[in-house]
């Protein structure tokens, strides 16, 4: 029995040591999805003032499908209202456009705008600088959450978000818009170098 518990602390799934710390402590901690739905099969257990119909269509993983209506509101905004974030990464540069519905430009800048020069642009520090950028040009004129569009396989994919994230954007949902052929074009001939 000892050696069984002292494998089990050492692999941090028993009290004690660093890993049964992490493990108390997050059993303790409950996630927006837990406590909606703890909410939502007893909602008394809401303060007074916050007690109103629960339902479980209040929450959804997934953004709303075209055509339906979604209860969720950004400031006041539904989902088809909120502003768009484009973002292209290629691999020599990463491109930012920010565009409401109407498709009115709000703001754009790239890594090459943003003073980074030739290899420079393609790298993630590069990304994340620039979407720190975007985002501040986009509170500027008013923006405080948006859908973010992302497109390209560039090395500053993830660090464009994180950027976002840091300049005070909040974003709603991510959607993934790379192109996949399916067998299409025949590709270059391999660069020997």
Not at 7 to 13: I, S, V
Not at 26 to 45: A, I, N, W, Y
């Amino acid at each position: 029995m000892i050696p069984l518990m002292a494998t089990l602390a050492r692999r941090g799934l028993w009290g004690g040591g660093w890993g049964g710390c992490f493990v108390a402590a997050s059993r303790g901690m409950r996630t927006g999805v837990q406590r909606l739905k703890m909410l939502e099969s007893d909602p008394s257990l809401l303060p007074a003032n916050q007690q109103e119909d629960v339902t479980p269509s209040d929450f959804s993983y997934f953004p709303p499908a075209p055509g339906k209506e979604c209860s969720l509101r950004w400031d006041g905004m539904k989902y088809e209202e909120l502003p768009i974030c484009y973002i292209k990464a290629t691999y020599n540069n990463t491109l930012f456009w920010i565009r409401n519905p109407n498709d009115t430009n709000l703001c754009n800048t790239s890594c090459g705008i943003e003073g980074f020069k030739n290899a420079k642009k393609s790298t993630f520090v590069a990304s994340q600088t620039t979407g720190i950028a975007a985002a501040t040009k986009a509170i500027a004129k008013g923006v405080v959450h948006v859908r973010v569009v992302l497109e390209g396989v560039g090395p500053g994919r993830m660090a464009a978000i994180q950027g976002l994230v840091l300049g005070g954007l909040k974003i709603v949902s991510i959607t993934d818009n790379t192109p996949i052929p399916h067998n299409g074009c025949r590709p270059r001939k391999v660069r020997r170098v």
